[in-house]
């Protein structure tokens, strides 16, 4: 091999390993990389005896979002149940940041989670696999009927834009 071919493969490799922000992942990246981030916690939860799974699991509270109420679902269930042993949080509710700027957390509480190295935190992925598209409920005009609050007001999300009803059937 030649020095020049060996100057080019070492600048390949240099570029290769530049650190790849999320979004700019590929699906499958995502996958990998949230693969091997499962496995590393797994395994470590199995080397320290803290892993749901090796208990009896009607013993175990179903992680669940603190905002919603909604349990989480796959690996991340497993995910957020490993972070509950590891950490002996004695409740196993979890939001995201996100959530806490909804629920009216102020900036400097975020900012104070989030940059406190010694709170731990967990990780989880929603790797977008499907989209679903909602069926509006219609007025006789075709017009999309808004949803309404209990004084008849429009209901807005929690980005300031607006609800309507969705056909269930």
Sequence with gaps: MSQNT??????????????????????????????????KEIAEAIKNDYAPFTKEAKNLPRAYNGSNGLPYTNLNSLMLDIKQKQYGYEDNVWISLNDAKFLKATKEEIDSIFNNKNIPKAQVSYIKTFEIEFVYKLDKDGNKIPLLDENGNQRMNQNGKPLFEIATE
């Design 6 to 39: 060996q100057e080019q493969n070492v600048q390949n490799n240099e570029v290769n390993t530049e650190k790849k922000k999320w979004e700019d992942y590929t699906l499958a990246e995502k996958k990998e990389s949230y693969l091997r981030l499962v496995v």
